[in-house]
């Protein structure tokens, strides 16, 4: 079987760990009070913030938080899930991403679009490379059905298992299986393994405040709708003879070749992950565009003794960008209905980007040839009025040579994420 993951970065060569969603995950239950010494625990970006400002901010805490009041149907994609009622709340978000109008046209664009061949770049990889785009919205009646349709028939040669979480390096991971998808899709079925730390996290016999249970809720969706993404591409696609490497499409004129992610950017703007990597969540969580400050590669595969980085030309390398935190304002309104069926059906998927308040900027990693290609220098300290590199309302940037002429994210004249900025 061959796997579709999220794997550990294995080219940091400087003081920036690792990209925070793909790290090794934490104990899954992460001690709710900080442990003696620094509270941010040392975190790269965490310790970059006041905690002060965490709690002004409503990053970490909402007064009179709670679970929300979701009563739409639970997409049948979950319904082995459903025996597990602390999950209840993800489950009727995750329906939600799988069946609102306005965040349909990804799907469409996903499993019933045109994959445009990509030649140069399948020379380049020596395997078929293509990629796609989203159906125009609005979709009427019937594609909505169609695409509905469609979606149902992933589901049913799509499964879930939990994992240990000591024996993962991902959250979650999608698996492709020999078993045939049901007709008319060439493809295969898919195993989808969430950490057992979900379960754990959630339970209510867990000590854990409701803002950061509707943070790992919503974290959980998320990732529902991310893995599902990779195994409707796998029903679609029949995997290619071994050797040739089984790549994803792009979506538009992305660098990275990965439809989960592709995903996100396309619904939130970018990549959500939990400060401290932790399933608890007690620091809040925040967003990066996304492809982020590593995806300068299409794959990490695994290649005896270490790992293969392949790096892709296809676009020029993000120069830096912006962590912004999340306000548990808006994650509170994801779990209500009146969200969904006001804002979204008024605005809709534009009601899913929030406003950016307080963040953190940093530089890329640094193309400077070398054995691996990589280096990286993180200016953020010498660039902005904050010594620490974070950005607040009303902040004036620092003039030097290296910022003037950037613009809010990104120096590139090109952007990563077809639906605008974060």
Not at 248 to 265: I, L, N
Request: hydrophobic share 35%; charged share 25%.
């Amino acid at each position: 079987m061959a796997k579709e993951k999220r794997p550990i970065d294995e080219v940091d060569k400087g003081d920036r760990s690792p990209t925070p969603k793909r790290r090794r995950i934490n104990d899954p239950l992460d001690s709710p009070s900080p442990p003696p010494g620094p509270w941010h625990e040392g975190d790269f970006y965490l310790k970059r913030f006041q905690l002060q400002e965490l709690h002004i901010n409503q990053v970490i805490d909402l007064p009179a938080a709670h679970l929300g009041d979701l009563s739409n149907p639970i997409h049948p994609l979950f319904s082995s899930l459903q025996q597990h009622d602390h999950l209840q709340p993800a489950l009727h978000l995750a329906s939600k991403f799988l069946d609102q109008p306005s965040l349909l046209p990804y799907w469409h664009g996903l499993i019933l679009g045109t994959y445009q061949y990509l030649p140069g770049t399948s020379r380049k990889f020596n395997a078929p490379c293509y990629c796609f785009f989203q159906r125009p919205e609005p979709l009427v009646m019937s594609q909505l059905q169609q695409v509905r349709n469609a979606m149902l028939y992933a589901a049913r040669t799509t499964r879930f298992e939990f994992v240990e979480s000591s024996s993962m390096e991902a959250w979650a991971i999608c698996v492709r299986t020999s078993s045939p998808a049901p007709q008319p899709y060439p493809g295969t079925g898919s195993v989808i393994q969430l950490s057992k730390a979900f379960l754990t996290v959630l339970d209510p016999a867990t000590t854990l405040s409701t803002s950061q249970r509707l943070r790992t809720s919503l974290l959980l969706a998320n990732t529902l709708a991310h893995e599902f993404a990779h195994a409707a591409r796998n029903a679609r696609v029949k995997p290619p003879q071994p050797p040739v490497e089984d790549f994803e499409p792009f979506f538009y004129d992305q660098r990275r070749a990965e439809v989960g992610h592709a995903w996100e950017s396309v619904v939130f703007g970018g990549r959500m992950f939990p400060f401290l990597n932790a399933f608890n969540s007690r620091f809040g969580m925040c967003i990066e565009k996304w492809p982020d400050l590593d995806e300068k590669y299409m794959i990490v595969r695994p290649n005896s003794p270490g790992w293969e980085t392949i790096p892709v030309s296809r676009k020029p390398p993000k120069k830096w960008s912006t962590f912004y935190t999340i306000p548990m304002p808006f994650v509170q309104s994801l779990f209500t209905q009146d969200f969904w069926e006001r804002d979204v059906r008024i605005f809709g998927i534009k009601a899913l980007r929030f406003e950016k308040r307080l963040g953190l900027r940093m530089r890329n990693w640094d193309w400077t040839g070398g054995s691996d290609g990589f280096r990286t220098d993180d200016t953020s300290r010498d660039r902005w009025p904050d010594d620490e590199g974070i950005v607040r309302p009303g902040q004036s940037a620092r003039y030097s040579p290296e910022t003037e002429g950037m613009d809010v994210d990104d120096d590139s004249d090109e952007t990563d994420e077809p639906m605008g900025n974060i």
